[in-house]
């Protein structure tokens, strides 16, 4: 088995600084030539690429394969001429020395391009790609720059809005005005930025997927999701029509509690809507109900509850909202006079329901979630085997020999 090394010189270098002509075979030539180019030019590459090719043919040698090391140059009149001469050594070599296969060895990327052509003559098991030490960035760098450009999914996601961007921008600083085109474009590069970074797309892509699946399942969620989005839509116009009432909106603290106050009945309404449907359509599955799901609506009227207290507490310390009256009661033997409940007192019944009320949320969830399914009478216990003194069962020791 015949294995050429190859060091390839696209440029002709070699020919250029020694005065040779390629093709330069064997062992001794290529190691004189290492000298000459060394010489002629000490901070050349290619002198790197000679020692790799005999380091490549010396290893080789040494696993008892016959090796044939040689050094191909093109021309320096075109790139065409140059690739016809290697093509053309290529030919005289292999048809002198019938190799089974090749090694490649290069040192630039201009060189790489010839590689092609020695595959398309004889099978190439490795390609050697000698990279200086102190050009090492510079070559990965380019490497690099390979790879990405040869990913169509990074090319559209990174030239694509560069050249958006260099098309748009002429016409923006001649229509509006460099300064107001350049913010155009910035905003429109932070924004496609952001819908990257939180994966935008992704999210509306696993919401479209889970609307359909629940629309061809039948899914109670479906009405009560619709329902909870008119409801927050009620909530959020009532608590703008609620703020612009104010007399004196200056400020932001008490216009976002007027905001709050009158908002969080929708909103927790809203809320509730959409986490009962969830818990229906569990009720619906012959599997158990998750805690979260028992739990839900119990938070979500607590939170509510909390909310809508330290809101009415701060309203009414401004005068905005008058304290809960309460009107005198008979009932039999029960009376019951008129009384006011506000400021710290309303504060502290809201704070008071909202926690008790998450109690029993937890104490609800725990008990249906952790309730066992009731074995039917027809269905017998299975009897268990009686156990002997060293603690194993009976049908274990008749199966022991």
């Known amino acids: 088995m015949t294995t050429l090394v190859v060091c390839l010189d696209r440029t002709d270098d070699v020919g250029r600084k020694t005065g040779l002509r390629s093709p330069i075979v064997g062992w001794e030539a290529v190691r004189a030539l290492v000298t000459d180019v060394g010489l002629a030019d000490p901070e050349d590459s290619g002198v790197n690429s000679l020692l790799e090719a005999l380091r490549v043919a010396q290893s080789l040698r040494d696993d008892d394969e016959e090796v044939v090391v040689a050094v191909v140059s093109g021309d320096r009149e075109s790139m065409v001429s140059a690739d016809r001469a290697v093509a053309r050594q290529l030919d005289d070599l292999i048809a002198k020395y019938d190799p089974e296969s090749a090694v490649v060895v290069i040192d630039s990327a201009e060189d790489e391009r010839l590689v092609p052509i020695v595959e398309s003559r004889v099978r190439v098991d490795s390609v050697d790609r000698v990279v200086v030490r102190q050009a090492r960035d510079i070559e990965s760098t380019y490497y690099l720059l390979k790879q990405f450009l040869a990913d169509e999914e990074l090319r559209q996601t990174v030239l ?49 997927r889970r609307t359909r699946e629940s629309l061809y399942t039948g899914q109670v969620s479906v009405v009560t999701y619709v329902v909870a989005a008119g409801l927050t839509l009620v909530g959020l116009f009532v608590g703008g029509l609620g703020v612009s009432n104010l007399d004196d909106p200056s400020g932001v603290f008490l216009p976002a509690m007027q905001f709050a106050f009158d908002s969080v009945p929708w909103l927790a309404a809203a809320a509730l809507t959409a986490s009962a449907g969830r818990l229906l359509d569990e009720a619906i599955r012959e599997e158990p109900i998750r805690n979260s799901y028992l739990n839900l609506p119990f938070i979500v009227v607590s939170v509510g509850l909390v909310v809508r207290g330290f809101s009415a507490y701060f309203l009414e310390q401004a005068n905005l909202i008058d304290p809960i009256y309460v009107p005198a009661f008979e009932g039999g033997i029960l009376t019951v006079e008129s009384f006011v409940i506000g400021g710290g007192n309303r504060l502290a019944m809201f704070v008071v329901a909202g926690f008790l009320l998450s109690l029993v949320g937890v104490k609800v969830a725990s008990t249906f979630s952790g309730a066992e399914p009731s074995r039917p009478e027809s269905e017998p216990e299975p009897e268990r085997e009686p156990e002997l003194v060293d603690g194993s069962s009976e049908s274990d020791s008749t199966r022991s020999p």
């Open 160 to 208: 694509v809005p560069i050249g958006l961007t260099l098309l748009v921008f002429p016409m923006l600083a001649t229509l509006v005005g460099p300064a107001e085109g350049a913010a155009a474009i910035t905003t429109v590069i932070g924004l496609f930025l952001l819908y990257k970074g939180f994966s935008i797309g992704e999210l509306f892509t696993g919401l479209a």
